[in-house]
């Protein structure tokens, strides 16, 4: 087929999509491309009529009319784009923030670090100390709880289910030379 026959071919929304491209400098595109526009145009069709029709029945009207029509696309265009604030309004805030001076600096050789208290990268770690009962099995422990004075349900599970108990704690600050 020829490009005659395919635009011939095509629906009436595909040949004005074709021609805003055209208007707007764009030769070359995939075919998808127009059908991915269209389906864009219609959702938004489809979602600024949805929204007519609810003010319509909130108004009370039997019917959409224009005003509904309007107001459903000023809705979209306040929520979906937001205006930047004033110019005078940003210098006023610029002004704000630069008369707080900034921290001085300590340089020193290499790239400047936050202290370590600040960062996620400090040496933490974890050991694991085994509790030396644990290994015991679980008939010997009757023995052992003739010698606790009455251990607590709790005291007793917690005995039974953690073998291991967990420290952490933070290596100390090097000092520099």
């Known amino acids: 087929m020829g490009d005659k026959e395919e635009e011939s071919a095509l629906p009436r929304d595909a040949k004005i999509v074709k021609s805003l491209l055209k208007s707007m400098g764009v030769e070359d595109y995939e075919p998808r491309v127009i059908h991915k526009f269209l389906e864009l145009w219609y959702r938004y069709v489809v979602d600024v009529l949805t929204d007519a029709q609810v003010y319509s029945e909130h108004a009370g009207k039997p019917s959409i009319d ?18 930047p604030p004033p110019r005078e309004v940003l210098l006023e805030l610029a002004q704000n923030r630069n008369k707080i001076p900034l921290p ?28 030396k009962r ?44």
């Open 104 to 131: 001085k600096t300590i340089a020193g050789p290499g790239i400047p670090l936050p202290p370590d208290q600040d960062t996620l990268i400090s040496p933490n770690y974890q050991f694991a100390i085994p509790n």
């Open 66 to 83: 224009c005003d509904d029509v309007k107001l459903a696309i000023q809705s979209k265009v306040n929520f979906s784009f937001s205006q």
């Open 134 to 177: 644990a290994a015991e099995p679980l008939e010997e422990r009757e023995d052992e709880e003739t010698t606790i004075p009455n251990p607590s349900q709790g005291e007793k599970v917690d005995m039974q289910l953690n073998p291991h108990q967990r420290v952490s704690f933070p290596l100390p600050k090097r000092q520099k030379e």
